[in-house]
């Protein structure tokens, strides 16, 4: 499958957000965080940020965030429910990558992702990323375990 990236509009914004996951993944559901679900629904607050991934027929298969923190781009990434677990997050994951190399040139890359999530951190580790630091989190109305993940953009 190949991936191409546009900028997020409105239209996938809210296809994005109506995407629910099964558990214990329904965590990552965008109705769990009311600033978050803000964020992406509203054009300003996205800003230009997110990006929309279509597959080679042209369907909503997934998106990224891309943010700036100095030299290091901040990635948020999520792939359409049905097509997790299927294999598909190693080259998503890349492909999204290779994008924000060409488009932003940063120094680096970093990601957080809750620690219950083992397949997604599999996923990361295979990518070349390490992991940074553990912490908490308050996010979906509790505070959970997080860890952040880096990866140099040079490799």
């Known amino acids: 499958m190949t991936y191409s990236f546009r900028p997020m509009a409105q239209t996938d914004a809210e296809a994005v957000a109506s995407w629910r996951y099964p558990e214990p993944f329904s965590f990552y559901d965008w ?27 042209g ?21 359409r429910p049905d097509l ?3 294999g598909l997050g190693g080259t998503f994951l890349a492909t999204g990558l290779e994008y924000a190399r060409e488009q932003f040139a940063p120094d680096g890359f970093s990601l957080a992702v809750a620690t219950f999530n083992e397949r997604a951190i599999k996923v ?3 990518a070349g990323f390490e992991r940074a630091r553990v912490y908490m989190h308050e996010t979906n109305g509790g505070e959970w375990e997080f860890v952040e993940m880096r990866l140099s953009a040079r490799g």
Do not use: C, N
């Open 59 to 79: 369907e909503l298969v997934g998106y990224f965030s891309f943010k700036p923190d100095g030299r290091t781009l901040v990635v948020g990434l999520g792939l």
């Open 84 to 86: 997790t677990g299927r």
């Open 31 to 57: 109705i769990s965080d009311e600033e978050d679900l803000a964020e992406l629904l509203h054009a300003d607050l996205r800003g230009d940020a997110y990006f929309a991934v279509d597959d080679d027929q």
């Open 124 to 126: 990361y580790e295979r």
